[in-house]
């Protein structure tokens, strides 16, 4: 659909086996950090053991989202203007 010319394609190859491994950790780790938030705050957990795995998890929910925004930003540089809004439209899209 977006009629990549070999040399975007190869890029986005690239790309995604350089950031796939770190990016999917990540997500882990937000999923099993916020698993274990909620039960220490189930389990009344102390306050500072509570604040240590927020701290934790937003770390790397901010982190997830600097992954977010240099992708994008790779794209903007890879993509034609005409190729990268369609990406933009088919992401506003898959969120509904």
Known sequence: ELALSPEQSAALVEFRRAAMPK???LQSEIKQVRA????RIL???APAQQ???LERWLRAEREHAEMRARCAE???TTLTPQQMALVQQRYV????
């Not at 274990?36 to 039960?39: G, K, V």
């Not at 899209?93 to 509904?96: D, F, Q, Y």
């Open 36 to 39: 274990e938030l909620r039960q």
């Open 74 to 76: 790779f794209l903007r």
């Open 43 to 45: 389990d009344g957990a």
């Open 23 to 25: 990016r999917l950790a």
């Open 93 to 96: 899209e898959s969120l509904r």
């Open 51 to 53: 604040q240590a795995l």
